[in-house]
């Protein structure tokens, strides 16, 4: 999910700065992160995961690894493009 939310962020921010690296709309990227996040409980449920029975420390584990997918595939992509 945060490889996915990572190239949406990309595609969705706007076109980068070349100065700066820096898109116009990249809160739109930190909402995508957050609807991502949130998103994957639902497929968990599609999936048949018991996500009754994850607890706190699973829930934050798989927020994080949501969150350092998508930052590490937004910033490749940010940085591959700004020349």
Known sequence: MGI???GLSFYLS???DPASGLQEN???GI???MAGVVFQKHIFMLIRIDHMA????DWFYQSFMTFALW???WTILLTTTVL
Do not use: E, Q, R
């Open 4 to 6: 996915l939310v990572g």
């Open 14 to 16: 706007g076109t980068p």
């Open 26 to 28: 990249a809160i739109i």
């Open 31 to 33: 909402l995508l992160l």
């Open 54 to 57: 994850l607890t706190g420390k």
């Open 71 to 73: 930052f590490m595939t």
